[in-house]
């Protein structure tokens, strides 16, 4: 067996494209193909579908995957191990964030501590967040309201709150707002599988508060275009708060308004440097 092939069949697997698994191995895109072929053809199975856009795992390719990725990461915990004596950790981590806005500054606050760390950052909703780190396509993730689970470790972050955002000059600007103000009120909204907009609807039902929800968009940068154009008041979470001249964050006042923010790794794992170093994070932000 060539672990040469294997490994690169795992980069694959784990990246979803040959460029990327090339740039991963610090090899050549040609050279990942050909040993990928020579795997298949020595075998005589096939692992991969190619098409014009992506590259996908056959069945036999999934049953592959599952063990490389258990084979090549015990392989990275012990090279992590014999660096560990190492003044400046070096190495690549991979995380998942089901948003930018508070990963970030962890990933910088890594970077200022350990520069020789490389960082593949993966965004995605909460399902898709919380589902690499469950398949090992993330080390850690900063997740949004997970549940605990056996063979999950989950790091309490600080929790955000739920604040209403009105186009500056509204009569509600600069005011806290009590959730019951906003009965029958417009309002431009996530999509009824975002978090907040989850979080938001299950206190309003709480509070016995119906607003009139008049347009439902796909993204936070969406709703703030259309506050911004006065079509209604939206919803953000406070760590998602940009700074935009046009429109303001105002705290709402009500049960149920806040967030949960974990930082995950699996239990098996939490002993790798890297990922107990960014478990170690803090993860606070400012938001305002």
Not at 13 to 28: C, D, H, K, P, V
Not at 62 to 91: D, H, K, P, Y
């Amino acid at each position: 067996m060539n672990l040469f092939q294997l490994r690169a069949f795992d980069a694959v697997a784990r990246e979803g494209s040959f460029t990327r698994a090339a740039a991963r191995l610090f090899i050549s895109q040609p050279a990942v193909t050909g040993h990928v072929k020579m795997l298949e053809e020595h075998y005589q199975i096939t692992l991969l579908r190619r098409t014009a856009r992506r590259v996908e795992l056959t069945q036999e390719g999934i049953q592959l995957a599952a063990i490389t990725r258990a084979m090549f990461g015990l392989v990275e915990e012990a090279q992590a191990l014999l660096e560990s004596n190492r003044q400046l950790l070096t190495g690549r981590l991979e995380v998942a964030a089901d948003g930018p806005h508070r990963v970030m500054p962890m990933i910088a606050s890594l970077r200022a501590r350990y520069p020789g760390v490389v960082v593949n950052l993966r965004l995605g909703n909460a399902q898709e967040t919380l589902a690499a780190l469950l398949s090992e396509h993330a080390d850690v993730a900063v997740m949004t309201e997970v549940e605990p689970r056996k063979g999950l470790r989950l790091q309490e972050m600080p929790p955000s709150q739920i604040c209403a955002l009105v186009p500056q000059g509204h009569s509600l600007a600069g005011k806290r707002i009590d959730i019951n103000q906003l009965d029958q009120q417009i309002m431009v909204l996530r999509e009824p599988s975002s978090i907040t907009r989850r979080t938001f609807d299950k206190a309003c039902e709480q509070a016995g508060v119906q607003p009139r929800v008049l347009l439902e968009l796909d993204s936070r940068e969406a709703v703030t275009e259309a506050v911004a154009a006065d079509l209604g008041i939206g919803i953000v979470s406070s760590v998602e708060l940009s700074h935009d001249p046009r429109v303001i964050a105002v705290p709402i006042v009500g049960e149920g308004l806040t967030n949960r923010h974990m930082i995950g790794c699996l239990e098996r794992r939490s002993e790798s440097r890297l990922i107990a170093a960014f478990m170690a994070l803090d993860g606070r932000v400012d938001s305002a």
